[in-house]
């Protein structure tokens, strides 16, 4: 019981010390891309560093492995990153000026439906290698048919909000990166995202366990 609790124990701590990480590589990254050209390729090494870790089989990646692996992915997303990103943040603007326009009485349902597809559209983007109508569809589409995940993240951006206001210091050490992982997490747990899949690990444990009584 005691081991197990270390083991456990030792691999939360190693977590936030990744989470901190790519919050660090998250600023650094941005400021290495000027900003405007840093930023999206930034999100998308984030998603891929943290799917990376969700995937490892014993997820026990140091400090150095994070920010490594986080570069790499930058470099590989610096153009097709800002192309996916730039683009939809254009469309989004158009899309909430003119629903302002015209329903600016009901705007908050709109506000989180915004938020939870710009969460949510990273995470499938890292998990796949498909054009940006695809990954845009395929987000869209999670988010109807798997509603406990949508709820589970409309929690988080209000939980995130109020920790942040509560406790700015957190905002400070962890900044994005820490709703981005728990972003990643809650997909892995029930979007049943083929490739992200808690269930694929599941059914992988409980066939190595026959294995070994057999």
């Known amino acids: 019981m005691l081991a197990r609790f270390s083991v456990a124990y030792e691999q939360f701590c190693r977590l936030l010390v990744a989470i901190f ?10 400021l290495m891309g000027a900003v405007v050209l840093g930023v999206f390729p930034s999100f998308a090494a984030a998603q891929a560093t943290f799917r990376a870790w969700v995937l490892s089989e014993d997820r026990s990646m140091r ?3 994070v920010w490594t692996t986080f570069h790499g ?30 329903n600016w009485h009901a705007r908050g349902d709109f506000d989180i439906m915004v938020s939870v597809f710009s969460s949510l559209v990273w995470v ?23 509603p406990l995940c949508s709820l589970l993240q409309v929690g988080l951006l209000i939980l995130t909000v109020l920790v942040w206001v509560q406790w ?9 990166s820490l709703p981005m992982f728990c972003t990643s997490w809650i997909i892995y747990s029930f979007g049943r995202l083929p490739g992200m899949d808690i269930h ?4 992988q444990s409980t066939g190595c366990a026959r294995n070994q009584t057999s």
């Open 63 to 65: 400090a150095k492995e």
């Open 73 to 102: 992915f930058w470099k590989s997303e610096v153009k097709s990153a800002n192309l996916f990103g730039w683009p939809l943040i254009i469309l989004w603007a158009v899309v909430i000026v003119d629903y302002y326009v015209m």
């Open 168 to 176: 700015p210091g957190i905002l400070m050490v962890f900044g994005l």
């Open 21 to 30: 990480v790519v919050n660090v590589a998250i600023l650094a990254h941005t």
């Open 124 to 146: 499938v983007r890292a998990n796949y290698e498909e054009r940006p109508a695809w990954i845009v569809r395929t987000t869209l589409a999670m988010i109807v048919a798997r």
């Open 200 to 203: 694929d690990r599941m059914e």
